[in-house]
Structure formats: structure tokens, C-alpha cells
């Protein structure tokens, strides 16, 4: 069981050394060979004025050389943590995810390791569906393939990463150079309307629990109606009963209840129910892109009041108004879909065609993604809004995330060095980058009644 694969299981222990030096390596290493190389020609050069020019260029590489070390170095001292991958249906199932191995997708443990993310919420994402029978047996069916998956990886390599059900145990496990898994639920509706499902998520190390997707479910309405369940505008009303009910129980279980994607009054309705600080897993500042999907300066400053944190989210239609770009990918994955006669875009199934890939690039240089710079405006803004304390890092990877500069976890590093840029202290982004969810997190359990 996953459960089980906590640090408290753990027999080999590497240092923290061992996942944080390879990016430090290639730096160095990169530096030498240049440096190498340099020497040589100098070893040839009999004119002492090229000579001296030689050596000015070696001592210029060999400070550049250093620099990069020493940010490396810096960012590796850090515990980075992601609220918010997603995995396909097939995770670990299909050796194409098993990501213990080199793969496709933007988060694995290579990827995690070379860019020095050490922790990171693996998401037990459903898509919402009728509010029948019916529908909710499936969403169950498909959680369940989701958490098993989350399982297999923990299983086949616990050499390099363990399930982490506290927040000290992510400190504990970055501390013993092991990256850390957690689990988190995004749509209730997986819950099947059953709470004792929400107990059964929590032992099998679900620790925040998102409340709604696109599309109202039977906890609360959404910020984005879902046309096809015919859902026309949203909703005035928040919380649900059985809503309400489940963020008690996540309250006495310890669990942290996750506004991303709520409607406004589903929002207004979580802070005056919940006992414990909220977290809001995934989202960007309306302020700056007014999207019904991104957090008012009001819900900023609320959720903040009640010493949650707002995880900002790198997801390109939060953070950039791009409709040229959105249309363009709409048509590409109906050109897709059409070409393999398909009735949908498929993006587990057909994401690595090479007629989606070339696509893709030629729509990248039409309409280029938000950049860091974009992403790091939303980080201060909220920082701003909220205060310093209440601000985190979400990728969204594998959900629709990556921004340019921050395409996968190997660029994870990026983030760091855009922080410090935009003049974020070393406290500070070591607060934005997991000190202040596990702050959050320490908080929740203090508050739940076992």
C-alpha cells in the first residue's frame, strides 16, 4: 500500500547531496570544458598580447562558470514544492509513464532531480459528469485508477522518492535527499456523494481535498459552468449540504480544503465553514488576467486572513489573454482528432503525434506562451495583495501548465532565479516555495480532532 512508503519505511537514506548536485555537476563541468579548451589555444599562442587577451576571456568563463554554480547551489539548498501534477489515467501502467525512466511528460523523477523539485501533490483529478448513479460509480472507477497508479510509483522506486502524509515528513524527506510524493484530490465528485470515501482518500494519503472542477458537483458550484451538463451562467449559490459536511470532516481529518475552481460564493462559504486555514492550490490574480477562474483582491486578502495560502498557478490562461492562441489549439486538436479518426482530441492518446507536435511549435512562434517574467508578476502581486506569507508556487504540469522558461521540472531552477530577479529575498522565496503551504499544512493538522 502506499500508505506504507513514508520515510518512516525507509532503509536507504542518500543525502540531500545526491539529488541536489547533478545541475551543479553540468555547471561545473560545462565551465571546465570550456576552460579546457582555452588552455590549449594559449598553450600555442607566442604572442603575448593575444595571450593576455585569452586570459581576460578564461577569468570572464570562469566567473560565468561560477555563477551558475553558486545559483544552483542556492537553489538546490531549498525545499521547492508543487501543489498541483497532474497524471494520466495510465500512470505507471504504460512504460511511456512509467517515470522512473525518461518520458513525455513535463513531471518526472529524472526531470524533478535535474531541476531540484524535491516534493510535489500527485492529483487524483475527475472530470465532472452527472450527478447520477451512474455517474458517480465512474468517477469512482477512475480515481481509483489514478491512486493506484500514485502507488505503483512509490512501489517500484522508493530509492528515489517516498510518500509523505505530514508536513514534517517533507521536511524529514528532503532533509534525507528523497523527494517527496503527496496526494491531492482535485473535484470532490470523485468522493461518489459517499464521505466515508473522503475518510478512505485520507488513509490512502490524500491531504487536500479540491472542492469542484469545470462544472458545479454536488459539494459546490463551480467558477466555470459547464455548458454540456447545461449549466448556463454560474451560480449565486455556494456550498452544498453534503459541501458543508465534507468540509467538517476535512477539518477533523486534517485535511486542507482547496478553493481552485470554486465560484465565488463557494469561496465565501468555505472561509466561514472551515475552522482550519484554506488553501487555494492552483490559481492566478484576476487583478491581472480577469479570468472568473483567477482569485479577486477581496478572496486574496480572505483567504490570507484566515492564514491560508494562495499556490499560484503556472497555467498560460490565467496568467496571459491570448485568444488568437486558444483558437489556433482548438482547431489543431480537431485537425488531430479527424486525422485518426477520432470523435475528440485525446491529449493521453494523442498529444506525441507528430502532426500535434509540429503544430504545436508552429503555434508556439504565432503566439508565444506567458514567459516567467508573466508568472513571477502574479507571484508579487499576490504577495502584495495577501502578504508575503500567503503566497505558493503551483506548475499545473501535465494539466495544461508551462510557461516559457518554465517548461518541465528540469527548469525548475528558472523560478528561482526569476524570483531573486523580481528582488525577492532568500527568506522570502524559500516561503514561496513550501515554507509557507507547510506552514499551512502544520496548521490543518493542529486543528483536526483525531
Not at 512509467?98 to 513525455?104: K, W
Not at 487524483?124 to 452527472?130: D, L, R, S
Not at 485568444?323 to 485525446?346: G, I, M
Request: proline fraction near 3%; charged fraction near 20%.
Amino acid at each position: 500500500m502506499a500508505h506504507d512508503m513514508t520515510l518512516g519505511a525507509a532503509r536507504h537514506r542518500p543525502t540531500s547531496r545526491a539529488i541536489a548536485s547533478p545541475g551543479t555537476r553540468h555547471a561545473v563541468a560545462k565551465g571546465t570544458c570550456k576552460l579546457v579548451a582555452l588552455n590549449r589555444v594559449i598553450a600555442f599562442a607566442t604572442d603575448a598580447t593575444f595571450t593576455a587577451k585569452l586570459a581576460i576571456v578564461l577569468s570572464c568563463l570562469l566567473l560565468a562558470a561560477c555563477a551558475d554554480s553558486s545559483v544552483q547551489r542556492r537553489h538546490a539548498d531549498l525545499l521547492s514544492l508543487d501543489t498541483h501534477v497532474d497524471i494520466p489515467s495510465a500512470y505507471m501502467r504504460e512504460p511511456r509513464f512509467d517515470v522512473g525512466t525518461p518520458t513525455a511528460l513535463r513531471v518526472d523523477l529524472g526531470k524533478m532531480q535535474r531541476g531540484g523539485l524535491n516534493a510535489a501533490f500527485f492529483v487524483i483529478f475527475v472530470e465532472q459528469g452527472p450527478l447520477t448513479d451512474a455517474g458517480y460509480a465512474a468517477a469512482v472507477v477512475a480515481a481509483e485508477r489514478k491512486y493506484r497508479g500514485i502507488e505503483l510509483m512509490l512501489t517500484r522506486h522508493p530509492e528515489r522518492i517516498r510518500l509523505a502524509t505530514t508536513a514534517q515528513q517533507v521536511r524529514d524527506l528532503h532533509a534525507n535527499g528523497l523527494l517527496a510524493a503527496m496526494i491531492g484530490i482535485e473535484n470532490g465528485y470523485s468522493l461518489g456523494h459517499d464521505l466515508k470515501r473522503l475518510d478512505a482518500a485520507y488513509t490512502r494519503g490524500a491531504r487536500y481535498l479540491g472542492l469542484v472542477h469545470v462544472g458545479n458537483n454536488d459539494l459546490c458550484t463551480s467558477s466555470l459552468p459547464n455548458a454540456d451538463l447545461g449549466e448556463a451562467a454560474i451560480a449565486a449559490t455556494g456550498a452544498t449540504e453534503f459541501g458543508r459536511a465534507a468540509i467538517e470532516r476535512a477539518n477533523r481529518l486534517g485535511m486542507m480544503v482547496d478553493i481552485s475552481h470554486a465560484s465565488d460564493a463557494c469561496v465565501r462559504d468555505v472561509l466561514q465553514l472551515s475552522r482550519a486555514p484554506i488553501i487555494a492550490s492552483h490559481s492566478a490574480a484576476r487583478a491581472l488576467v480577469d479570468h472568473p477562474r483567477n482569485l479577486s483582491d477581496e478572496w486574496l486578502k480572505a483567504i490570507a486572513s484566515k492564514g491560508g495560502v494562495i499556490q499560484v498557478v503556472a497555467y498560460k490562461e490565467f496568467l496571459k489573454v491570448d485568444p488568437a492562441r486558444k483558437s489556433a489549439e482548438k482547431q489543431l486538436e480537431s485537425e488531430v482528432a479527424q486525422s485518426v479518426s477520432a470523435t475528440a482530441f485525446d491529449s493521453e492518446a494523442h498529444n506525441q503525434l507528430p502532426l500535434y507536435i509540429a503544430g504545436m511549435q508552429r503555434i508556439q512562434s504565432r503566439f508565444p506562451l506567458a514567459t516567467l517574467s508573466d508568472y513571477v508578476e502574479h507571484i508579487a502581486y499576490v504577495a502584495r495583495v495577501a502578504g508575503i506569507d500567503h503566497v505558493g508556487i503551483a506548475s499545473d504540469f501535465d494539466g495544461g501548465g508551462g510557461v516559457t522558461g518554465w517548461m518541465d521540472a528540469s527548469e525548475t531552477g528558472n523560478v528561482t532565479q526569476a524570483l531573486r530577479q523580481r528582488g525577492f529575498s532568500e527568506v522570502d522565496i524559500a516561503k514561496i516555495w513550501g515554507g509557507n503551504l507547510l506552514r499551512v499544512w502544520d496548521a490543518v493538522e493542529n486543528v483536526a480532532e483525531h
